[in-house]
């Protein structure tokens, strides 16, 4: 489990593609690995991966099929820059909200602007995904833990203030810049326990205005 506080900002020093899967070795800059050891969990871009080894100025992970095929991390490149956090202790202060580190899907950024010291971003997610997004409730994009400003359809709006800019990869994005999203637990786990005893049945269709009514939860 991570916070969605980025801690600091590593860079991508290797990529190598081994039978369909691939070991990537992250250069870590500031970030603290001396109560890291192989085995423990790192988010990078908000994907939770498990360092292998420990060569001095970062660590190595294996990234699966699975997640190449979910996350952005397979469009990664030697020098991209990478938002990295440690996994959380029972010691640390949750700034963000409870991240698991296991993407939902790939958003895409579609528009950029300056509103005084801060920038907006409009990004567009995955059109299954928009159930779980909500006015001012938490989504995290990778890996930074972010409030939601305002929701249209499956676009949604974020005011990122300087520092989370300059701590960030934030700083770098631009309208079709793909990015991986992660929405709040607390939504995915409501949707199962609303469907109660259906959720153990297939093919149950997702959550509409109709089962709600049925549930009592609004005004039929």
């Known amino acids: 489990m991570f916070t969605g506080i980025i801690q600091a900002v590593g860079e991508v020093a290797a990529l190598e593609q081994r039978g369909g899967d ?30 292998v080894e420990l060569p001095g100025d970062g660590f190595v992970a294996d990234v699966s099929r699975e997640t190449l095929s979910l996350t952005g991390l397979g469009r990664l490149q030697r020098g991209s820059p990478v938002n990295l956090e440690k996994a959380l202790t029972l010691a640390t202060r949750l700034g963000g909200h409870l991240v698991s580190g296991h993407v939902d899907g790939l958003g895409r950024v579609i528009e950029r602007h300056d509103d005084a010291r801060s920038v907006r971003f409009t990004i567009e997610a995955p059109r299954e995904l928009a159930r779980y997004i909500a006015h001012k409730g938490s989504i995290t994009v990778d890996g930074t833990s972010l409030t939601v400003n305002a929701v249209h359809g ?17 700083h770098g ?18 949707e199962r326990l609303l469907l109660g005893e259906r959720a153990a049945d297939a093919g149950v269709p997702p959550i509409d205005l109709a089962m709600l009514a049925r549930a009592g939860f609004v005004d039929r």
Do not use: W
Request: net charge negative; glycine share 6%; aromatic share 4%.
């Open 22 to 51: 691939m070991r990537l070795r992250i250069r870590t800059g500031k970030l603290d690995l001396g109560d890291v050891a192989p085995g423990d969990s790192i988010a990078v871009n908000g994907v939770c991966l498990t360092a």
């Open 154 to 170: 499956n676009r949604f709006e974020l005011n990122i203030v300087p520092h989370t800019l300059q701590e960030t990869i934030m």
């Open 173 to 190: 994005y631009a309208a079709d810049r793909e990015v991986n999203l992660e929405v709040d637990l607390v939504a995915r786990y409501l």
